[in-house]
């Protein structure tokens, strides 16, 4: 079992940057690709960002590619995403969760169903 929960989110201009940090406990992150997800308001919910257990893999959704940086402590039990140059297009909740399965590009390794753990979230809010 893996706790997770989400900080950093918060109300930023266009064109600014947020770090947003998952702190785990329970089992180790290390057992656990890590991804960040969000949702808009009636939207579905759509993958950002996922990191491999070393860290020496990541994938990111088109629409981050270029302005987010995932990363991960694992002595530290902590994934973060950086991200900048925001849009008010990025506003959603973003959520941090863990993957059990051991395949990085797997079918589910960007859809919601591929992860077995979640945190609460945490609200980005981009103002034009």
């Known amino acids: 079992q893996v706790q997770l929960v989400e900080s950093g989110g918060g109300l930023v201009q266009a064109g600014g940057s947020l770090r947003l940090s998952c702190a785990a406990s329970g089992r180790t992150v290390s057992n656990y690709t890590m991804g960040w997800f969000r949702q808009a308001p009636g939207k579905e919910r759509e993958f950002v960002a996922r990191i491999s257990r070393s860290g020496s893999n990541t994938a990111y959704a088109d629409s981050v590619k270029g302005r987010s940086t995932i990363s991960r402590d694992n002595a530290k039990n902590t994934v973060s995403l950086q991200m900048s140059s925001l849009k008010p297009e990025d506003t959603a909740l973003y959520y941090c969760?863990?993957?059990?399965?051991?395949?990085?590009?797997?079918?589910?390794?960007?859809?919601?169903?591929?992860?077995?753990?979640w945190g609460q979230g945490t609200q980005v809010t981009v103002s034009s």
């Open positions: 969760a863990a993957r059990s399965r051991q395949i990085f590009n797997g079918v589910t390794a960007s859809r919601p169903q591929g992860y077995d753990y």
